[in-house]
């Protein structure tokens, strides 16, 4: 039920009304509506209820295990959220006077020195907004760059067919061309096709490390050296940065840019649509295309924002003013309280319990898409045997997990795989929740031997039953309008 079907005329909520609130200026007569708005009339306890009902049908981090493959759905700290917003960072106006921002800008400075630890770089710009934002801002330098040095035949980017979707799609924005490269049977990259896919056009390659098929690329030094002989750009997606935190870093595997989504691995919720960061970071040679802006302390230790004019080379701004600053200080703060050896410790133990899980989960009969390696934060599971034994496919058992009250992996991802589900168990988990999901998938396997329509049909305990995905995509239905209010746009 909407809040709107709840509403009763005269319904109020009196305890919100402000007793002292200033009158507001008169609104001019030609801005003002014509009719009055369709607002829910209810009453403050209706509205309590009413959310707070909502939250407890919806799954989330807080409430059940989220094995999301390749989104790091993990615990984030709330010692995080309480210090990013604090009122000097929260009611800060972001055109308030760089030098009554002293405070703010030095968090955000320090937080670029330590990206440029954690990835390896030579710079690091915290503008992008998103992970996608900072895959396009990297393709875009290594445009500016090879444009920089007069070299405009490189048109084309390569990437692997493994590749997080939003890879070509960032790459086509910036004007390239995608070429795919093959994955070899061992989750590698396929060496001798990339070799034969470089050429005066490459501009760049993208890669993930670890890859989406949940294992560490082992050629990845012999890839760099290949595509800089070939004098073309590497290009690092940070979606799995969260899986070798403090432990290997893109610079020293020869990347020369990187992405990292700090609202996966440093600390803030993520789904949902919610605020994200990309930062990006560069080796010395790309560092003058950066976006804009970027702290830079003076030999006076004051800090001050970089512009166009001190950064005439710049690929741009991509969001306004500093980026998503709640994001970044909360990336900020997580980074401080776990210190170099926490930090570390994030990949130790995502890498542990991924391990554990794919282990446990092998032992009770399950398969594992790559069982000749060792799983990196991540892995895959292919549900094949079962599809053909029981006719019980990968996202009838996703969807029994729902049942169970643990969040779905990732279903039908990475596309190689057929039937797959990429589990990712982070290291926020404890291993009683671990040894809870694989009860619940060894149980939901007998449920597909003996019974297959109760897996096929599920969830059965959830608000909602079975969805019709493609429809409920396909024809959003997300806006409430009354029948009185048709055709008043008043």
């Not at 390239?176 to 061992?186: C, N, Q, S």
């Not at 790559?370 to 058992?397: C, N, Q, W």
Request: some cysteine; aromatic content about 6%; proline content about 8%.
């Amino acid at each position: 039920m909407l809040i709107q079907e709840r509403s009763r005329p005269g319904r109020r909520a009196p305890a919100q009304a402000p007793l002292c609130a200033p009158e507001p200026p008169p609104i001019p007569e030609h801005l003002r509506r014509s009719s009055r708005p369709v607002l829910p009339e209810v009453s403050e306890l209706e509205v309590v209820r009413h959310y707070t009902g909502l939250s407890q049908k919806n799954f989330s981090i807080d409430t059940q295990f989220y094995p999301l493959g390749s989104c790091t759905m993990k615990y984030n700290p709330r010692a995080c959220h309480t210090l990013a917003m604090l009122p000097g960072f929260v009611d800060r106006h972001p055109l308030a006077p760089e030098d009554q921002g002293q405070g703010l800008s030095s968090c955000l400075y320090e937080l670029q020195e330590i990206l440029k630890a954690v990835t390896g770089m030579d710079a690091i710009s915290l503008a992008p907004a998103a992970g996608a934002q900072g895959e396009l801002a990297g393709v875009l330098m290594i445009r500016a760059y090879h444009h920089a040095r007069g070299d405009l035949e490189r048109t084309e980017i390569l990437i692997p067919d493994a590749a997080h979707g939003t890879n070509p799609a960032s790459a086509a924005m910036a004007g390239f061309e995608v070429r795919e490269i093959p994955t070899g049977p061992d989750g590698d990259v396929d060496l001798a096709a990339l070799r034969s896919a470089l050429g005066p056009k490459t501009a760049g390659i993208m890669l993930t490390n670890p890859s989406t098929l949940g294992v560490f690329e082992r050629k990845i030094q012999a890839i760099a050296e290949a595509i800089h002989a070939a004098g073309g750009l590497l290009y690092y997606d940070g979606a799995n940065l969260n899986g070798i935190l403090g432990q290997v870093r893109p610079g020293d595997m020869g990347f020369d840019i990187v992405h990292v989504n700090l609202h996966k691995t440093f600390a803030t919720p993520h789904g949902g649509g919610g605020p994200g960061a990309g930062p990006v970071g560069v080796a010395a040679h790309l560092a003058p295309y950066l976006p804009l802006p970027l702290v830079e302390r003076a030999a006076d230790g004051r800090y001050r924002w970089l512009t166009e004019s001190d950064r005439p080379q710049s690929i741009g701004r991509l969001t306004a003013f500093g980026g998503n600053i709640g994001v970044l200080l909360r990336a900020y703060v997580y980074a401080r309280l776990l210190g170099r050896e926490g930090l570390g410790r994030v990949a130790k133990f995502a890498v542990l319990n991924a391990n554990y899980l794919a282990a446990r989960l092998r032992a009770a009969g399950f398969t594992l898409a790559y069982p000749e390696r060792r799983v990196s934060h991540e892995f895959i599971l292919t549900l094949k045997p079962e599809a053909k034994a029981f006719g019980v496919s990968a996202m009838d058992i996703a969807k029994r997990l729902l049942d169970y009250g643990h969040h779905a992996p990732t279903t039908y991802f990475p596309l190689l795989v057929p039937e797959c589900l990429l589990i990712e168990p982070t290291e926020t988990e404890s291993k009683q929740t671990l040894d809870d999901f694989v009860e619940a998938m060894i149980a939901i396997r007998r449920e597909a031997e003996q019974d297959p329509e109760l897996p096929k049909n599920a969830p059965h305990h959830l608000p909602v039953r079975r969805l019709d995905e493609v429809h409920a995509a396909r024809h959003l239905d997300l806006a409430w309008r009354s029948k009185s209010s048709e055709g008043d746009h008043g």
